[in-house]
């Protein structure tokens, strides 16, 4: 996997940051902390690859880093960039009709690491339909087109965060549901949702996500449009100055 970073606030390795092999893009998300789908840019910010250290003040947070990292963009990289609004397709997560089929985690069970983008090959083991067996402590997993996630303690925000890692595409709580629960979803991938209105989500070797949501869970994730806030690259260096 490309791309490691290391060190920085809430780590156990604060005064230090290092980002290696990370593209512009990410760089830019990280410093304004925003979502992956709030970023338009040409193509090369999403191609070229840059290694960064840098040496924190004790006690620096992540706000304070934030506003650190946006410096080093304008100075190294010359980055110009403003925010915009933009019409953009979402998933909307809603209570299924039936309700909601979730299980409320137990007030002694901790709950799993934080999750990051996209799935994490971390099982070699399968059942007997080719679905990932999750080992201790890991979250979610894909193995041949199919995944898996397991959640001991998760919210519903969070629970969206990880479906729109899954889809590539932002997803919304609107479930209402404040709660945490123990999650065990498995589906067969998918890049996108399908179109508003399209009914049949299932296939021959098990459920797509939409389906996978609504029968083992019974949540409803859908398309609709929305106007998102966007951060647009007006200008950058290819190759940032020297120190």
Request: glycine share 10%; net charge neutral.
């Amino acid at each position: 996997m490309r791309g490691r970073v290391e060190g920085g606030p809430g780590t156990t390795d604060p005064d230090r940051w290092l980002s290696i092999d990370t593209t512009l893009r990410n760089l830019v998300l990280r410093a304004y902390g925003l979502k992956d789908y709030q970023f338009a840019g040409p193509a090369w910010a999403e191609e070229r690859r840059f290694d960064i250290e840098a040496k924190l003040p004790r006690g620096t947070d992540m706000a304070r880093f934030r506003v650190m990292l946006q410096t080093l963009l304008e100075e190294r990289f010359k980055l110009k960039c403003h925010f915009e609004r933009k019409e953009i397709l979402a998933g909307e997560l809603t209570i299924a009709k039936g309700g909601a089929k979730l299980k409320e985690s137990r007030p002694d069970i901790v709950s799993g690491p934080a999750l990051s983008r996209g799935s994490r090959p971390v099982s070699e083991r399968l059942d007997r339909y080719g679905f990932p067996i999750l080992p201790p402590g890991a979250t979610v997993s894909m193995s041949n087109g199919r995944s898996r996630c397991h959640f001991a303690r998760i919210g519903m925000a969070e629970f969206a965060t990880m479906l729109s890692a899954q889809i590539n595409q932002p997803v919304f709580d609107l479930t209402g549901l404040a709660g945490e629960y123990e999650i065990d979803l498995y589906w067969i991938n998918e890049e996108r949702l399908p179109p508003a209105g399209e009914d049949s989500y299932g296939g021959p070797n098990g459920p797509a996500i939409v389906a996978a949501l609504k029968d083992q869970l019974g949540l409803k994730l859908e398309n609709r449009k929305r106007t998102i806030d966007v951060l647009a690259l007006d200008g950058a260096l290819r190759v940032p100055t020297e120190n």
